[in-house]
């Protein structure tokens, strides 16, 4: 059984930085996608970051040249660096597992920007 662990969320000012970490245990089988999407009140689950286990990424325009997808395959876990963070940031991130077209996910970390 798959399960994803999720942690590094938090309160931050604008402009700020936070780095999330989300390891992946269980049966996991190559090829795959991790990432992160998030989820802020009243809007729909948006992909944020994901990567390949070849190390291919892919960003979500809102994001590109601020936050920084990478992967430990040793260890099955996938960091997100945020930085310049802002209020539209805001969100609850969970971590994706998507593993031959079954998506595992983790239980979510709220993020927070605000002064």
């Known amino acids: 059984q798959v399960q994803l662990v999720e942690s590094g969320g938090g309160l931050v000012q604008p402009g700020g930085s936070l780095r999330l970490s989300c390891a992946a245990s269980?049966?996991?089988?190559?090829?795959?996608?991790m990432g992160w999407y998030r989820q802020a009140p009243g809007n729909q689950r948006e992909l944020v970051a994901d990567?390949?286990?070849?190390?291919?990424?892919n960003y979500a325009g809102s994001v590109k040249g601020r936050f920084t997808i990478s992967s430990d395959n040793a260890k099955n876990t996938v960091y997100l660096q945020m930085n310049s963070l802002g209020p539209e940031d805001t969100a609850v991130y969970y971590c994706?597992?998507?593993?031959?077209?079954?998506?595992?996910w983790g239980q979510g970390t709220q993020v927070t920007v605000s002064s």
């Open positions: 994706d597992l998507n593993l031959f077209g079954s998506h595992y």
């Open positions: 269980g049966i996991i089988f190559r090829p795959y996608v």
């Open positions: 990567i390949t286990s070849s190390g291919r990424t």
